[in-house]
């Protein structure tokens, strides 16, 4: 990335509220892409196939957390496993001091993490880093689910100067559920994904379907969004993505993420369209030669061109920008700036 770039984003970063939108593309290798699952599940209309489809889902993206938490990771699944684990662990770490380090003191040192993701991989490098994060739950014995439990500052107090500071802390923010959310009533509370096992595998038809509905999410199909509005806690969810992206001077760069999300998509474009202080970078995993993703982003049409589209210089593996390469390419030459300038 040009020096230009990286000097404007470095700018935004130390100016503006953070935030990120991350899709399944990051967690690749280990996990797979949705692939054609959301489609399929939109237009099938045969229920027994719908069934077919969501255990698809379930032993795919689903249970290899399972083999996260048990540390039951097969032989041949580590080095994809490693890979995304570290690839995630670079990255909270850059972030984290970033946010430590930027010179804006009126703006929090928290970055809001805005995810469709379901696993639980972030949150395993995050606690693996000793980072601090907000996931929406309080409490130890019996942890619960409440939006209340984001935005909160976390001040440490030293031990012998009475010297007081800011802890960077990560916001998760989980818009389609997770798997470590379990039905409780009319409550959500945490589960180390007790409640499910690979039993469900060996289950069909409508007694797979009926434990699959014990889950806390939201299956990966377009009509998702008549189920967030039913589902207060979904439809709060997508109502606090728009708020933050509604504030003055906002950053979001979107990762991993293809936009073909429509209810997302149409959230991101109103508030790129109504808030000129809004700044977006969108990270393509390849070249966008067939000006997919410009169209989806309404690219040329919008009211304040505040969405930018990043692409690797050539479709090559090697160019391709997954998290590692972003990462690399951009906060650690962010992150090695704003350590540059807090010497001088």
């Not at 719908?50 to 249970?63: D, P, S």
């Not at 290899?64 to 699944?77: F, K």
Request: proline share 2%; glycine share 4%.
């Amino acid at each position: 990335m040009d020096t230009q770039k990286l000097q404007e984003i470095k700018e935004a970063i130390q100016s503006s509220h953070v935030n990120f939108l991350i899709g399944a593309g990051l967690s690749t290798p280990f996990l797979p892409l949705l692939g054609d699952i959301e489609t399929r599940l939109t237009t099938e209309k045969k229920n027994l196939e719908r069934i077919k489809i969501k255990k698809e889902y379930f032993e795919k993206v689903m249970m290899p957390n399972l083999d996260v938490i048990q540390n039951t990771i097969a032989a041949d699944r580590q080095l994809d496993f490693n890979n995304t684990h570290n690839a995630y662990n670079e990255f909270f770490e850059l972030i984290g001091h970033i946010l430590l380090h930027r010179k804006n003191t009126i703006l929090s040192k928290q970055a809001n993490i805005f995810t469709t993701n379901i696993d639980i991989l972030m949150e395993t490098s995050l606690e693996e880093l000793g980072v601090e994060y907000n996931d929406g739950f309080s409490g130890r014995l019996s942890s619960t689910f409440s939006l209340s439990n984001f935005k909160k500052s976390i001040l440490k107090r030293s031990l012998h100067f009475e010297n007081i500071s800011e802890v960077p802390v990560f916001n998760l923010i989980k818009i389609h559920g997770s798997l470590t959310w379990e039905k409780d009533g009319n409550k959500i509370i945490f589960s180390k994904l007790k409640h499910f096992d690979k039993s469900w595998l060996r289950k069909s038809g409508k007694k797979f379907d009926d434990v699959y509905k014990k889950l806390a999410i939201i299956n990966p199909e377009k009509k998702k969004f008549e189920e967030t509005v039913i589902d207060l806690t979904y439809y709060e969810l997508l109502r606090l993505y728009s708020s933050e992206l509604e504030k003055e001077n906002v950053t979001l760069f979107i990762m991993g993420f293809s936009m073909e999300d429509e209810h997302i998509r149409e959230i991101t474009l109103r508030s790129a369209n109504s808030n000129p202080t809004l700044k977006i970078y969108l990270f393509s995993h390849a070249q966008d030669t067939d000006s997919s993703i410009k169209n989806k982003m309404q690219i040329g049409k919008l009211r304040y061109s505040n969405i930018e589209i990043i692409e690797p210089e050539d479709n090559t593996n090697e160019n391709k920008l997954n998290l590692g390469k972003i990462t690399a390419s951009v906060f650690t030459e962010v992150a090695n700036t704003i350590s540059h300038d807090n010497k001088d």
